[in-house]
């Protein structure tokens, strides 16, 4: 069973927010990355960029697939995970910790609201992988 | 000989199978009218030996470089062939092999692909080479849809002096995507930059210039990429890699994106196809290259192997985020490089270089001493250059024909005002003498 952490907020494409303020801190799930497989490359926008909510802001590419990525939040990137590109498999070894991607400072902070709790996140990934 | 390989019984059970009546039931949504209500008119079958001579004489219609002297160019150039080329890729191993689709069984031509690009990369001053594409046009329409990719821009800016054929090719294939494309005109022979800069906005994927440009003139590349640099645009140069042993490569001067045209390296002309279209990028856009890419790599026993790489950016992983949809390259063709450049080298390279420019230019002397024959530009060239004469090119092309010369290409068609001009290319190949009747006959042909 894949870690999920309770503190945290979920999309249905497996990114997780870590709301602080008016700050969302974002990356990918256990569960996605292990899906994913050893991840070779992480593609980021840079600080200052617009990212819209349920909408892609970056690219992470294992030795399986490219994926997209969605953002759980619409605001401005404040801050990017500088050791990514150097360093992608943190997304793999720590993708709660040092394998986040963005801080997002957010527009509307109500955008949370719409985000999966951690229980509903385990029911939603509790069938396992396809 | 019957094409159809099953028997008329086999049909009948397909189409009882699929409720048809007859082969004839299946094309009833094609018009009556365009379609064939008789059998096809062929002649009789002939035996081997007639084919031949029939064939051959069919054949012997064409004005071919073996047998004529050639100063075509204008993207296909007739530089000298070396011999073992033809020798070694019709080995069986080569010549049989398609573009790796269970790439790891196929070493040797991973192998080989590996050297051509790194050859590729290394004469056009890039970071990395891709496997090849079909050929220059269709290279530089990737690039340009790779410079929209990268700066999610939509406005192409090209220079006139790239190829017009490569150009219409980029119009067909930026249709789709709806880019928009800003043409920026010459000013004697080169690249207008004032034009240039007015034609820049933050709306501009890339500046596309060819170097030494269509008309043979070299392009100041250097100046050209700090103009789109600063318009956050990438600079895509079109230029010809055996050319590139001599000129400074576009990388060294601020290209982005180098495409080009390879066959003159090795690749016989043959009615203009199949090409090479070459490919090289920079280190940090490798990810949006288009096409398939060789790394090398070591086995689990730490021997060195090869294998195809970065291919999830590719159309039968990634789908409809592909970088592009080409999946394939043109490895004989590649290989046929790849064997040029190593028999030439280094130093081959450069003088292939150095003969074809050095004689271009006696050509050009040679040949505006004819009173009323002039060149079009001012703009230093290469190996190719633009002349003006007093006579239609058409007329003087079919004139020199009869001596069996073939003087170059009439630029009418593709720009008018261009009408009474004339490309022509002088390769390492071409001979004093060659030059100097190719001189007395065009004298002849405007008196």
């Not at chain 2, 400074?248 to 290209?255: D, H, K, L, Q, V």
């Not at chain 2, 949809?325 to 790849?338: D, K, Q, S």
Request: net charge neutral; hydrophobic share 45%.
């Amino acid at each position: 069973m894949a870690n999920v952490p309770a503190e945290l907020k979920y999309t249905r494409e497996h990114e997780w927010a870590k709301v602080e303020g008016d700050r969302a801190r974002i990356g990918i799930t256990a569960f996605a990355q292990e899906q994913l497989g050893d991840v070779v490359f992480v593609e980021l926008p840079k600080v200052g960029a617009k990212v819209t909510a349920l909408k892609t802001f970056g690219v992470v590419e294992s030795v399986k697939a490219v994926s997209d990525l969605f953002a759980p939040v619409s605001g401005e990137v404040v801050e990017v995970n500088a050791e990514l590109p150097k360093k992608p498999e943190l997304v793999n070894t720590d993708p709660y910790g040092q394998g986040w991607m963005l801080v997002i400072k957010m527009t509307s902070p109500k955008d949370v609201d719409g985000l999966m709790s951690a229980a509903d996140y385990e029911k939603l990934t509790a069938g396992g992988g396809h | 000989m019957r094409y159809i390989s099953n028997t008329p019984a086999q049909q009948k059970e397909m189409l009882g199978v699929i409720g048809a009546g007859s082969i004839e039931d299946l094309l009833v949504r094609i018009p009556t009218k365009a379609r064939l209500s008789r059998p096809l008119n062929l002649p009789r079958a002939m035996a081997e030996t007639d084919l031949i001579r029939h064939l051959q004489r069919m054949a012997g219609l064409n004005a071919g470089a073996d047998d004529h002297v050639c100063f075509l160019g204008a993207g296909s150039y007739d530089h000298a062939i070396p011999s073992p080329i033809n020798h070694l890729i019709s080995r069986g191993e080569f010549f049989t092999a398609y573009t790796p689709y269970q790439p790891e069984a196929s070493q040797g031509t991973l192998r080989s692909i590996f050297e051509y690009q790194t050859m590729m990369a290394e004469l056009t001053g890039m970071d990395v080479a891709n496997a090849s594409i079909y050929d220059g046009a269709s290279s530089l329409a990737e690039a340009t849809l790779m410079a929209h990719a990268v700066t999610g821009r939509d406005t192409l800016v090209i220079s006139r002096g790239v190829n017009p054929l490569y150009r219409q090719v980029v119009e067909t294939y930026v249709e789709g995507p709806a880019l928009k494309i800003k043409s920026v005109p010459l000013g004697d022979g080169v690249t207008d930059v004032d034009a240039l800069r007015k034609a820049l906005s933050k709306h501009s994927a890339t500046v596309v210039i060819q170097y030494p440009n269509f008309f043979g003139c070299l392009e100041d590349v250097r100046g050209i990429a700090d103009i789109a640099h600063e318009a956050g645009a990438l600079l895509v140069v079109v230029a010809d890699p055996i050319n590139l042993g001599l000129l400074t490569p576009p990388g060294a001067c601020g290209a982005d994106i180098v495409v080009g045209e390879g066959q003159g390296l090795g690749v016989p002309m043959s009615f203009g196809g199949p090409n090479l279209g070459v490919f090289a990028a920079k280190q940090e856009l490798v990810r949006r290259m288009p096409g398939r890419l060789v790394g090398a790599t070591v086995d689990v026993d730490g021997q060195r192997g090869f294998v195809l790489t970065l291919q999830t950016r590719e159309q039968h992983i990634r789908r409809e985020k592909a970088t592009s949809n080409i999946c394939t390259n043109v490895a004989l063709c590649a290989l046929m490089a790849t064997i040029y450049v190593s028999i030439l080298g280094k130093r081959g390279l450069r003088k292939v270089g150095e003969l074809s420019t050095a004689k271009a230019h006696y050509a050009a002397r040679e040949l505006t001493k004819i009173p009323g024959v002039s060149l079009r530009f001012a703009a230093p060239f290469f190996k190719e250059f633009t002349l003006q004469l007093p006579k239609s090119p058409e007329r003087v092309i079919k004139r020199l024909m009869k001596d069996r010369l073939l003087a170059g290409v009439p630029l009418k068609g593709f720009d008018r005002a261009y009408k009474d001009c004339l490309l022509v290319a002088v390769t390492e190949k071409r001979t004093k003498d060659e030059i100097d009747a190719y001189a007395a006959a065009l004298a002849a042909a405007v008196a």
